[in-house]
């Protein structure tokens, strides 16, 4: 018989899922192959499987591997013995709680002692009694059974609770997905500002709270426009909105500027114990209003929105009627929402600034048109007058006068149109150095002077006796004084007063420009530096001008260093602009001076390069009666050889010639003897001091800026020193 058992014999296993599942492994271990067969042959009407192995080593790799109910285990065995055997099946964990049945012929004290401080729970003696046998394994397989099902029944509960998990989770994004995806609907519904503001605050009522507060900020980051939208205690569909210009609340304000201030979101509970009631501010009207919440406000919620770095406002949730909590899946909800108001909300800032700046600009042709034709119509009766045969001395001198200050009003205008090109391009160049101030203020004045003294102001001007002097550009600082000396003049009633203080303040110089005019409303704070903006906008205003001269200063200002702040009480009130420029030592340089010219020659020979026929022409007109000898060229290869044949004294070179440019020109003439040594001037419509330079490196000897004056022309022929005449050429 021993040699028809195998090593380790299973019985087959059932083929029902159902049955296996009820069915027990009995592991029985002994080295006598007929003990084994005995064994097998008792168990197996528990109808459980049995299986056998014939040593400790088989058992310990059988168990490895498999789950076991109870363990009948021979005490004597070769090799290792059933107490070692049971030692290793205590060490491991899967093995540890095992049931062992000891089998031994006899029973020692000893090994008893050590059986069951191995785990043993009997000691069987062979011969076995089969009933008893049976029975006592039949109560660990049925403890192993039950023990299976508990664990079944356990891992059944945990795959349905991970099920149901899974299926909140899910719902819960559905439902959040929805959410977010009505958000987006409510959102770009509207580039109004104001409109999606109020529907985004009811919309997001009663969802994340029972109350919403929507602000938006305002000028330098006051609470501006703001929603509030709250639940009644009448249900979900009971809901009230409010387009609010602020809130009395300590705690609601706080919360918001801590928001605001961190650009984290920022909880508060225990806000209002009791039915709460908001006290707001609405817009235009005289004395506040109560909101009745009709509930206790328990909690808040505030998140600043923000979009592109720029902290827009905050969106403020409060909770009470409800009795919920922002627990942290709300408040990421809640998120997300700011997260996405913020950048549709800053769209719509955006469209309103397009409209505002398009419809600014639309104004400001208008203006430009208006301010154009003002000149332009006094030049054209000038001129009718000038046709007319019968005129006398004194008609022609009141048409050159006309002539005279309306085409000065236009050389304005292009000059202001110039100054705010270069500065927006950033072409600007400043001379930074010392400028006295009483030198300076002096200028300034004399500037403004036409227009104040032709609407009949009281000018006073205040200079400290002492020296003082600001670290800036000379001509810029004249230029922002006499922008707002003129601004002054501009918008003040005729005989109005206008002051001019100066004072020191530390490191700063304190300009101070006050006047008794119409005033600036306190919303135009802000915008009046903006281009093309003016307090009064109607095209019938008296004033004139195109809305850019602040813009100007207050560029300039900036560029220097300094800073620059408007006052006023409101209409009619007068205004105060502030200018503080950073200080300097007395030290302080000249103005700025003409260069110096070259040589002086009476009737000197002058050749006149303009592709502009009429310009070059009324020039050439107006030398030739101041007694010059004047020829024309309209391009550069013209040019070139009108003076290889005139050898001009002096050239007045246009730098935008076509083809070949005034530089290239310059270049030549520098090269050709006739000329190597002429009075060389640049003659454009650009005067910065890039442009001084680039005409300086090209050879020019100065550089004029149209339209020249002849005053200028004069000065520059009369008052040349003769030093190195060129040979006279053929004509």
Known sequence: MANSLPDRTEQPLPQSGQEDAERAKILVVDDRPENLLVSRTMLDELGHQVITVRSGDEALKYLLENDVAVILLDVNMPGMDGLETATYIRMRQKSAHTPIIFLTAYVEEMHTAKGYSLGAVDYILTPVT??????????????????????????????????????????????????????????????????????????????????????????????????????????????????????????????????????????????????????????????????????????????????????????????????????????????????????????????????????????????????????????????????????????????????????????????????????????????????????????????????????????????????????????????????LLNNAAKFTEPKGRIVLGVEEDGAEVVFRVRDSGIGIPGNMFGPIFELFTQADRSLDRTQGGLGIGLTIVRRLVDMQGGSIHVYSGGAQQGSEFVVRLPRAAVSCAEPPQADAPRRKEAGQRVLIVDDYADSADSMAALLRFDGQDVRIAHDGPAALEAARRFAPSVVFLDIGLPGMSGFQVARALRTMPETKDCLLIAVSGYGQAEDHRNSQEAGFDRHLVKPVDLPVLQEILGSTTAQSAPAPGGG
């Open 130 to 483: 089969p009933d008893i046998l049976r029975t006592k394994v039949k109560v660990f397989v049925q403890l192993h059974l039950m023990t299976r099902q508990a664990e079944r029944q356990a891992e059944q509960r945990i795959a349905l609770a991970r099920e149901q998990a899974a299926r909140a989770a899910a719902e819960e994004s559905i439902r959040r997905s929805t959410f977010l995806a009505d958000a987006g609907g409510v959102l770009s519904g509207s580039l109004d500002v104001t409109a999606t503001v109020s529907a985004l605050a009811q919309f997001v009522v009663p969802v994340l709270g029972d109350l919403c507060v929507l602000m938006l900020t305002g000028e330098q980051g006051n609470p501006g426009l703001m929603a509030v939208a709250w639940r009644s205690s009448g249900g979900d569909a009971d809901r009230h909105s409010e387009l609010v210009a602020g809130l009395h609340n300590s705690e609601i304000n706080a919360a918001m500027r801590q928001a605001m201030a961190s650009g984290r979101t920022v909880v508060v509970t225990d806000v209002m114990p009791g039915p709460a009631t908001l006290v707001a501010t609405s817009a235009g009207a005289p004395a506040p209003k109560n909101l009745e919440l009709g509930f206790e406000l328990a909690s808040l919620a505030v998140l600043p929105l923000v979009a592109r770095g720029r902290k827009l406002g905050v969106l403020m949730l409060g909770t009470g009627l409800s009795g919920r909590r922002f627990a942290p899946d709300a408040l990421a909800l809640a998120g997300d929402l700011a997260t996405r108001a913020a950048v549709s909300l800053d769209n719509c800032l955006l469209y309103a600034k397009i409209q505002e700046d398009d419809r600014r600009k639309n104004e400001f042709l208008a203006m430009l048109a208006h301010e154009l034709r003002n000149p332009l119509a006094p030049i054209r009766n000038a001129v009718h007058l000038l046709c007319m045969p019968d005129r006398g001395q004194a008609k022609l001198d009141w048409a050159v006068d006309v002539l005279e200050r309306q085409t000065q009003q236009l050389v304005r205008l292009v000059d202001d149109l110039l100054d705010v090109a270069r500065i927006t391009q950033g072409r600007i160049l400043l001379k930074l150095a010392p400028v006295d101030v009483a030198k300076v203020v002096g200028v300034a004045v004399e500037m403004s002077r036409p227009l104040i003294k032709a609407r009949e102001h009281e000018l006073t001007v205040t200079v400290p006796s002492a020296p003082l002097a600001v670290h800036g550009d000379y001509a810029r600082v004249a230029q922002i004084l006499a922008n």
